[in-house]
């Protein structure tokens, strides 16, 4: 499994709303489980509307097709394959 860093702008929240997405983000993390594209998501960076997600997936295209299937659209071009440096 590769790991990927993906990248995309997040539209203005409420702290409500912020607080919801950062439970469902966790709950996701936590599981350390695949979604139906493969993906297990490792972490979430968010600040200034930008976010930035880190996982494993197959490849770029199963990171696609996981954010559209919450809503998210971002294109491959979005994704970068990375590698631990240390």
């Known amino acids: 499994m590769a790991r990927f860093l ?3 702008h997040m ?3 409420s702290s409500e709303q912020l607080r919801k997405l950062t439970d469902q983000i966790k709950a996701t993390i936590d599981s350390k489980k695949p979604d ?10 968010m600040g200034a ?6 996982s494993d997936a197959p490849n ?5 097709k996981s954010h559209a299937s919450l809503g998210i659209k971002i294109t491959v071009n979005d994704v970068f394959q990375v590698s631990p440096v240390v």
């Open 11 to 13: 539209p203005p929240m």
């Open 49 to 54: 509307g930008e976010a930035w997600g880190y």
């Open 36 to 45: 139906n594209f493969g993906v297990t998501q490792l972490n979430v960076f």
């Open 6 to 8: 993906d990248h995309h």
């Open 60 to 64: 770029a295209e199963a990171v696609v």
